[in-house]
T-cell receptor, first 117, second 112 residues
């Protein structure tokens, strides 16, 4: 089946530093990748939609200057949390929609646990 | 906007017990409905889906029927196993970008 990887799987950083999270589709090409955020005992909330070669579309309330998204190829999207603060600590999950897939078909990465001290 | 409500967990069952996890939704259109499962340390995996009213999705002994009249998509399994222990998410494809809208997830623990 289609596999999506995320790297790193967990990261601990100091407040004020930036952290980059990679999302890769390993065996398919993805025109669209989604970035979700999951708080404890909460559902996954969409942060932004990333389309290859164009600017990401951010959901209301998500700071685009804080959460930088780059989708430079059909197999890689990155999320950079800039000047991270403890309130950014969360579980970040990406998903990828195959080039030849249906509108709502997507495959999920295992997630990245970010802890900001 | 569209939303999904699923029963709060955690749910703890003995092996071979019957499982029901309730899920209801609100949507302006006619979304497709999904159940995803997240095993410990892994990403979300599609368990089953239904694309229109009265469709039944099934996989690995799990079933869910798309009920338009009650706006529900309850997940059931007749006999759970320890290996079914995971977090289950109900979702619909109501997002404008094709993204999914999720419920909060229900953690299931099955004891031998």
């Amino acid at each position: 089946g289609a596999v999506v990887s995320q790297h790193p799987s967990w990261v601990i950083c100091k407040s004020g530093t930036s952290v980059k999270i990679e999302c890769r589709s390993l065996d398919f090409q993805a025109t669209t990748m989604f970035w979700y955020r999951q708080f404890p005992k909460q559902s996954l909330m969409l942060m932004a939609t990333s389309n290859e070669g164009s600017k990401a579309t951010y959901e209301q309330g998500v700071e685009k200057d804080k959460f930088l998204i780059n989708h430079a190829s059909l197999t890689l999207s990155t999320l950079t949390v800039t000047s991270a603060h403890p309130e950014d600590s969360s579980f970040y999950i990406c998903s990828a929609r195959p080039l030849a897939g249906g509108w709502s078909e997507q495959f999920f990465g295992p997630g990245t646990r970010l802890t900001v001290l | 906007g569209d939303s999904v409500t699923q029963m709060e967990g955690p749910v703890t069952l003995s092996e071979e017990a019957f499982l029901t996890i309730n899920c209801t939704y609100t949507a302006t259109g006619y979304p497709s409905l999904f159940w995803y499962v997240q095993y410990p340390g892994e990403g979300l995996q599609l368990l089953l889906k239904a694309t229109k009213a009265d469709d039944k999705g099934s996989n690995k002994g799990f079933e869910a029927t798309y009920r338009k009249e009650t706006t529900s998509f309850h997940l059931e399994k007749g006999s759970v196993q320890v290996s079914d222990s995971a977090v289950y998410f109900c979702a619909l494809d109501g997002g404008s970008q094709g993204n999914l809208i999720f419920g909060k997830g229900t953690k299931l623990s099955v004891k031998p």
